[in-house]
Nanobody, 122 residues
Framework: QVQLVESGGGLVQPGGSLTLSCTASGSIFTIYGMDWYRQAPGQQRQLVASITSGGSTNYAPFVKGRFTISRDNAKNSMYLQMNNLNSDDTALYYC????????????????WGKGTLVTVSS
């Protein structure tokens, strides 16, 4: 069984910063790609940033230059450093990862965390 747990959300003022963390636990052989998604009230879930197992990154245009995604493979963890936050960044932030649980699982399974809430407000 694999679990993803996000942490680090909270209330922050406009212009402030937060760092989100996501840690995978359970029967993990390897973690392929990892992503951060977010979903604001009444809106569809949207991809925020992605990182491959090798560290290559990709960002949604609306966060480029403000957010930084990173990962620590030894800790099965991923992070999202968020700077210059604004009210549009208010959302539930989810961690997603493609995880192989055995050595012969070359495609992996997509797992999701339950989310951590980020509220940007004065």
């Amino acid at each position: 069984q694999v679990q993803l747990v996000e942490s680090g959300g909270g209330l922050v003022q406009p212009g402030g910063s937060l760092t989100l963390s996501c840690t995978a636990s359970g029967s993990i052989f390897t973690i392929y790609g990892m992503d951060w998604y977010r979903q604001a009230p009444g809106q569809q879930r949207q991809l925020v940033a992605s990182i491959t197992s090798g560290g290559s990154t990709n960002y949604a245009p609306f966060v480029k230059g403000r957010f930084t995604i990173s990962r620590d493979n030894a800790k099965n963890s991923m992070y999202l450093q968020m700077n210059n936050l604004n009210s549009d960044d208010t959302a539930l932030y989810y961690c997603s990862a493609i995880i192989a649980t055995t050595s012969d699982d070359f495609s992996g399974t997509n797992y999701w965390g339950k989310g951590t809430l980020v509220t940007v407000s004065s």
